[in-house]
T-cell receptor
Framework: DGGITQSPKYLFRKEGQNVTLSCEQNLNHDAMYWYRQDPGQGLRLIYYSQIVNDFQKGDIAEGYSVSREKKESFPLTVTSAQKNPTAFYLC???????????FGQGTRLTVV | RKEVEQDPGPFNVPEGATVAFNCTYSNSASQSFFWYRQDCRKEPKLLMSVYSSGNEDGRFTAQLNRASQYISLLIRDSKLSDSATYLCVVMNSGGYQKVTFGTGTKLQVIP
């Protein structure tokens, strides 16, 4: 079955450590996105990528980094520079222009 | 002004009621619009696309008003299972496609 997979579902890290969240899709989608959602809040765009080896900053990119070395994969690294990293992180993808986006099940990151 | 704005609610409505949500967007060049549903602690899932001519799917009707730059979602005969947060999504035009979500409107259907 095609889909978009995020792992792990829950992640705990100590303050000051970098952590990488995985996002893989087998939908043959060109575009991929990372969002952050805080309790009771909407989705805020972190980074997005239209094609391999290219990505753009979203509204809250500071303290995050991404790579897009393969079409299927768009990992997100939460660095120690991110002041409030505890949140629900959602990865999405879509085929291209004007098409609906599909989401992974999300990763809940807790930094202690 | 935010790119996409929604009334956060909550909208508390009795079963069987009709409820409507609006979502305004600031970029007049926006091309595509969607409504998503998000249940508590889950990922958003596509509810319906919003076409220029409007579209209907059972009890749900979505409309687009380009002149006033808003989209709407109407839910008729509300069910308890409709309780969720409804997110509007706007895709812009231009070289890089950007998918922007509203903050969501929370709906609670009451028995």
């Amino acid at each position: 079955d095609g889909g978009i997979t995020q792992s792990p579902k829950y992640l705990f890290r100590k303050e000051g450590q970098n952590v990488t969240l995985s996002c893989e899709q087998n939908l043959n989608h060109d575009a991929m996105y990372w969002y952050r959602q805080d309790p009771g809040q909407g989705l805020r765009l972190i980074y997005y990528s239209q094609i391999v080896n290219d990505f753009q900053k979203g509204d809250i990119a500071e303290g995050y980094s991404v790579s897009r070395e393969k079409k299927e994969s768009f990992p997100l690294t939460v660095t120690s520079a991110q002041k409030n990293p505890t949140a629900f992180y959602l990865c999405a993808s879509n085929k291209g222009w004007a098409t609906e986006a599909f989401f992974g099940q999300g990763t809940r990151l807790t930094v202690v | 002004r935010k790119e996409v704005e929604q009334d956060p609610g909550p909208f508390n409505v009795p079963e069987g009621a009709t409820v409507a949500f609006n979502c305004t967007y600031s970029n007049s060049a926006s091309q595509s619009f969607f409504w998503y549903r998000q249940d508590c602690r889950k990922e958003p899932k596509l509810l319906m696309s919003v076409y220029s001519s409007g579209n209907e799917d059972g009890r749900f009707t979505a409309q687009l008003n380009r002149a006033s730059q808003y989209i709407s979602l109407l839910i008729r005969d509300s069910k308890l299972s409709d309780s969720a947060t409804y997110l509007c999504v706007v895709m812009n035009s231009g070289g890089y496609q950007k998918v922007t979500f509203g903050t969501g409107t929370k709906l609670q259907v009451i028995p």
